[in-house]
């Protein structure tokens, strides 16, 4: 008869746990309980990383360059964004240290691992409707990830799950940008 999850104790013994951290501690946070697979973890944090931080500079660019007789709000909403894009990326390079990797800032590779694309815009309307763009790749891409993630790295995924929340409020406060000036509907 197969064993089911009542046939198994819920908790490990405290000198089996005790035993299990004192082997192997070179690998700190990933231990034998650790269900996910730490090199493709770490492969696929580096392009989120890389988003991340084309997203910083995009939005900084872009609160630096704004012009317009509405400017200032967006400007000041860019600059908010580039700091949370940021935040960001320090919780996913300090995600690939924990998993024992070391996070990639090269800038000579940034893009080519970025989810978005550096895009800037000639005017207002047009950067606003490229970080809005972004957002949305962002969007998908957070969503897949935090699917692929689900049980075996919950740590990754609740990271994920983070960002992602606040890749919402970003495309929405696009959107709204877009409506307010005049180029969506609303």
Avoid: W
């Avoid at 492969?43 to 400017?71: N, W």
């Avoid at 550096?118 to 207002?124: P, R, V």
């Avoid at 962002?138 to 790295?153: P, V």
Wanted: charged share 25%; glycine share 6%.
């Amino acid at each position: 008869m197969p064993s089911t999850s009542a046939d198994q104790p819920f908790l490990t013994d405290v000198k089996t746990l005790r035993a299990r951290a004192r082997s192997q501690i070179e690998t700190g946070a990933v231990t034998e309980t650790y269900l996910g697979d730490a090199a493709r973890t770490i492969e696929i944090l580096q392009a989120v990383l890389a988003t991340e931080l084309v997203c910083v500079l995009r939005y900084t660019q872009h609160a630096i360059v704004a012009t317009g007789l509405a400017s200032e709000g967006v400007k000041a909403e860019f600059a908010q964004h580039a700091k949370e894009e940021q935040a960001h990326a320090m919780s996913v390079a300090e995600r690939i240290n924990q998993l024992g990797g070391a996070p990639d800032f090269n800038p000579d590779s940034l893009t080519g691992r970025s989810a978005s694309q550096y895009q800037t815009g000639a005017d207002l309307a047009a950067m606003i409707r490229e970080n809005l763009v972004a957002e949305r790749i962002a969007i998908d891409h957070y969503r897949e990830l935090i699917r692929y993630f689900g049980d075996n790295d919950p740590a990754t995924r609740v990271m994920l799950e983070s960002i992602l929340a606040v890749e919402e409020e970003h495309a929405s406060d696009m959107l709204d940008l877009l409506t307010i000036h005049g180029h969506v509907k609303g």
